[in-house]
């Protein structure tokens, strides 16, 4: 059943991912926080008054995670059930069970709890952790401070990269050792979904009244249980050919982290077992597996040294741990030439050791690299050289935006602490004028003097309400200053995401009072008071949801791959056909139109499949954590009544209710507003949603031209 190894690798890898990317943020927050004022005389004091908010803030990161990997153990244990039925099914050739038919018995949904309880429990300790170490890292810093022995930076430098060593210790084994939260959560995960795979498997073996099994032979085999890789067991025990099943576990046989997997056994189809035809020797599995434990302490020297960049508190520091991680990737890469070498000596040249990036990865969005073929390059024949051009003239500065901005602040933060005040006009400000040129053209465009918007209007409000939206009736946008400041998505993203809602109703209000440029900016129809709401761009947010669906058709872990490709094939015939009976009556179609009865067709079908719902987050929550992730999982739970929603986005009665079109298209103009305040986040979007970005940046341009 070689489906049990995968699936568990997969799904626990996912749950490892979620606690590891965790881990790397709450790392570096606690640096960052640690290190603000740490050369003011009163620091000490000044942390005790933060622990409570630093607490709260550790507790709502730990809260998501533990929300997130709930959901994708409960999926994991009942998938690797159901997958082991199917696979038992294959072996055997029986009556192949639809996924969603099978049902899952009690045992395995005790399981589930019980593994439920194990994450609630471990992110008990992990917050008990950070805070105790939190406190140790202020209590040894100060200590050692007035003792003279070293300045309060260098102590508490140290101190962090004893944090960034230990990790986040999620549980303790019976011999005394720590386990990380992520390394714990991935090895439990990956042990509880094989053993649910291989329960399905025999349950549905037991009820087709057949009784052997052969276990796999995959190379490197660990010694607790080589001796039973390849070899056939008898589940009931009672055949005298063959050992028991029940014997071989206790000798080790299916322990933590075990990769190894069982298929069902037919004497009369297989033929006989025979004990010479085990496919790898002691020796060969001694050898790959000795090469793969050096390659796993290899990933963690790398993923070591990439912790402690986390925590590094000087460029000094920072030095350091960049060239330790080079020094332990040469030797992640030494190893995997040496192991090629051993192979080609065996006489095995095709045998690889690959090399797992996304093990060395601490946030685990790395994939695996591609190798680049050099080529030389042709002589060129000498040209003779060209009068420079006079570099551009670079655009002149917003004058009217950032006038008009820093009276909506200044005005807006009246009731705000004085630090607050400060400090967040500056950052807004700055990260404005930092933004994307042609954004800034088009919001000092809206504020020219001669398009007569008043004072009153398309202003921030500040509040304490956590929640923050844009109201057209009152042209004025709502939100919290001091939740945008520690805003988890991006600091000060809501305010630029509420003000590019502002923006969009203010451009198509200016366009409403001007027939003449309403004319040219909308053509004969106008559609509405916000410029998003133009044909064109929502068809590019089409056009870029279509590829991503393709990209989820095709992905290798879509398990009913072959089925969706059916899908698609059937609803571009109809499409093919209705195109003909169309035409034959003198009619014309648009290719937009040809694409929106392909997605009519299509996408109902498609949805109901759980896999691709799966797929579609695992790859949307690959981006997660990188700059513009939440807003690909807002657009696309839009554009799928949320079905493709993944960790951040609207309820889906906000997408019903205005209607999925104006809504996606107002909500994906905000978020490209936000976008271009940050070149990592503008660059994220663009890459994930190429034709809109284009879209987006010709709705600005046309607006500045027809209004001038």
């Known amino acids: 059943m070689s489906i049990s ?24 927050r606690v640096a960052r926080r640690a290190a603000k004022g740490v050369t003011e005389p009163a620091w000490t004091e000044a942390k005790a008054k933060t622990m409570t908010a630093d607490r709260r803030a550790a507790e709502k990161l730990l809260g998501s995670i533990e929300k997130d990997a709930k959901y994708e153990i409960s999926e994991a244990v009942e998938k690797a059930y159901k997958s082991g039925v199917i696979s038992a099914e294959k072996d055997f050739k029986l009556p192949q069970t639809v996924m969603r038919d099978i049902e899952v018995p009690a045992n395995i949904q005790k399981l589930v709890l019980e593994s439920e309880n194990l994450i609630t429990n471990m992110n008990l300790r992990v917050l008990r952790d950070v805070d105790d170490k939190f406190r140790m890292i202020q209590a040894k810093a100060s200590e050692l401070a007035v003792a003279g022995v070293e300045t309060r930076r260098q102590a508490m430098q140290r101190m962090l990269n004893m944090m960034a060593d230990e990790g ?31 329960t399905g498997h025999l349950d549905r073996q037991e009820r087709a009244k057949r009784d052997l099994v052969l276990i796999s032979d995959h190379s490197g085999s660990c010694p607790l249980c080589a001796e039973f890789a390849g070899r056939v067991f008898s589940v009931s025990g009672d055949d005298p050919k063959y050992p028991s099943l029940d014997h071989a576990r206790a000798g080790g046989l299916f322990h933590p982290n075990c990769r190894h997997t069982l298929t069902g056994y037919i004497p009369e189809l297989h033929g006989e077992y025979e004990e010479h035809l085990r496919t790898w020797d002691k020796e060969h599995h001694k050898a790959v597996y000795e090469f793969e434990q050096r390659q796993r302490y290899n990933e963690r020297m790398i993923r070591h040294w990439k912790k402690r960049k986390k925590v590094a508190l000087s460029p000094k520091e920072v030095k350091k741990t960049k060239k330790a991680v080079s020094k332990w990737q040469a030797e992640q890469r030494q190893l995997l030439q040496n192991f090629q070498s051993e192979m080609e000596e065996r006489g ?234 169309v035409t034959a009556k003198g009619h014309t179609i648009s290719e937009a139109d040809k694409k929106a009865y392909v997605r009519k067709e299509i996408f109902p079908k498609l949805t109901r499949e759980p896999e691709l719902r799966d797929t579609a987050k695992d790859m949307i929550n690959e981006i997660a954590i990188s700059e513009g992730g939440n807003a690909v999982s807002d657009i696309m739970g839009g554009m799928t009544d949320n079905k493709f929603r993944a960790h951040y986005g609207h309820e889906k009665s906000y997408w019903t ?8 298209s107002k909500e994906m103009f905000a978020h490209f507003s936000a976008a271009v305040t940050d070149p990592k986040s503008y660059e994220n979007m663009k890459k994930f949603f190429p034709n809109t970005a284009k879209a987006y940046d010709k709705l600005l341009a046309d607006f500045m031209k027809v209004v001038k």
């Open 168 to 198: 986040l210790t999620g549980f303790v084994d019976k011999a005394g050792r720590k386990w990380t939260a992520s390394a714990y959560s991935e090895m439990a995960t990956r042990t509880v979904t094989a053993r649910s795979a291989i």
């Open 348 to 581: 095995l040249p095709d045998f690889i050791l690959r090399r797992k990036y996304e093990r060395e990865s601490i946030t685990n969005l790395v994939g695996e690299a591609g190798r680049v073929k050099t080529i030389k390059a042709k002589p060129v024949k000498p040209r003779r050289p060209r009068t420079p051009k006079a570099p551009p003239k670079p655009p002149p500065k917003p004058k009217n935006a950032i006038k008009r901005m820093t009276i909506d602040l200044e005005d807006g933060l009246r009731r705000e602490k004085p630090t607050v005040q400060i400090e967040y006009k500056n950052n807004v400000l700055r990260k404005f004028e930092n933004s994307d040129p042609k954004y800034q053209q088009f919001v000092d465009t809206i504020f020219d003097e001669k398009h007569g918007v008043k004072g009153y209007e398309y202003r921030p409000r500040f509040h304490k309400s956590t929640d923050a939206f844009y109201d057209p009736g009152e042209k004025r946008f709502y939100l919290s200053a001091l939740d945008d400041m520690k805003n988890p998505r991006g600091n000060y993203v809501t305010y630029f995401h509420e003000k590019g809602h502002a923006m969009d109703n203010a451009a198509g209000n200016i366009l409403w009072e001007n027939q003449t440029a309403r004319r040219q900016f909308w053509g004969k129809q106008p559609t509405g008071n916000y410029i998003s709401k133009r044909r064109d761009f929502y068809q590019a947010i089409e056009d870029d949801f279509d590829n991503f669906l393709r990209r989820v058709v095709d992905d290798q872990r879509t398990i009913v791959r072959k089925d969706m490709e059916r899908i698609i094939e059937e609803a571009e015939d109809l499409r093919d056909d209705w195109v003909r009976r």
């Open 5 to 28: 190894a995968e699936i568990s690798s997969v799904l626990a890898q996912r749950v490892g991912d979620i606690y590891a990317s965790g881990e790397s943020i709450m790392l570096e």
């Open 657 to 664: 209710d205005r209607g999925i079109e104006d809504a996606v």
